[in-house]
Nanobody
Framework: QVQLVESGGGVVQAGGSLRLSCAAS????????MCWFRQAPGKEREFVATISWNYERNYAYSVKGRTTISRDKAKNTVYLEMNSLKPEDTAVYYC?????????????????WGQGTQVTVSS
């Protein structure tokens, strides 16, 4: 059974940092594109960052320059390191995996999803 499990969320003050993890199990995701999305209350799920099978990265404009996505293929894990956090970063953060090499900014293109981890940034 394919499973993605996020961790690392929490409450942090504005300007702080968090590192989210997404551990994949059930199969090897090394040839998959992996992505982080987020969803704030009352808003649609939005793209945050994606990393392809060969480590090509893309970021949403809102987080670019203060966020890094990375993956450890040996651990079947993807990370999202966020710095200089702002209250508007508050959301549930979801990890997703896409069959195929290339990343996408569209949630419907992803085949597997985690349950999400809450990130709350206080002002």
């Amino acid at each position: 059974q394919v499973q993605l499990v996020e961790s690392g969320g929490g409450v942090v003050q504005a300007g702080g940092s968090l590192r989210l993890s997404c551990a994949a199990s059930g199969r090897t995701f090394n040839s998959y594109a992996m992505c982080w999305f987020r969803q704030a209350p009352g808003k649609e799920r939005e793209f945050v960052a994606t990393i392809s099978w060969n480590y090509e990265r893309n970021y949403a404009y809102s987080v670019k320059g203060r966020t890094t996505i990375s993956r450890d293929k040996a651990k079947n894990t993807v990370y999202l390191e966020m710095n200089s956090l702002k209250p508007e970063d508050t959301a549930v953060y979801y990890c997703a995996a896409r069959v195929g090499a290339g990343g996408s900014r569209t949630p419907a293109d992803y085949d597997y999803w985690g349950q999400g981890t809450q990130v709350t940034v206080s002002s």
